[in-house]
């Protein structure tokens, strides 16, 4: 399995950004699509931004898409989240995933297709 540890968390008002970032350790990085995903109090874990192994490809719910971009370093074992306009309701604890190795990226959507994870930063947007 591959480590992962996520930074970049914090707190910030409406209307404002962040970037989050996830460094990845133990096996070769660019044989996993990465995720991110994201869980507020009381709800189920959601899933936010996803990317291929390559990084040419991304995936994100309407929640996020045109505020959030995902994007991968292969070179540095990196994945990272950019994070604008940002709403009350992105509110969450956020999670770095590494999908399993061996599915192709279209069929990776819930966090069941997803083999590893950070220990996830916390993400709070004040009104």
């Known amino acids: 399995q591959v480590q992962l540890v996520e930074s970049g968390g914090g707190l910030v008002q409406a209307g404002g950004s962040l970037r989050l970032s996830c460094a990845a350790s133990?096996?070769?990085?660019?044989?996993?699509?990465m995720g991110w995903f994201r869980q507020a109090p009381g709800k189920e874990r959601e899933f936010v931004a996803k990317?291929?192994?390559?990084?040419?490809?991304?995936d994100y719910p309407d929640s996020v898409k045109g505020r959030f971009t995902i994007s991968r370093d292969n070179a540095k074992n990196t994945v990272n989240l950019q994070m604008n306009s940002l709403k009350p309701e992105d509110t969450a604890v956020y999670y770095c995933a590494a999908g399993q190795s061996w599915k192709p990226y279209g069929s990776i959507w819930s966090a069941a297709d997803f083999a590893s994870w950070g220990q996830g930063t916390q993400v709070t947007v004040s009104s």
């Open positions: 990317i291929s192994r390559s990084g040419g490809n991304t």
């Open positions: 133990g096996r070769t990085f660019s044989n996993y699509p």
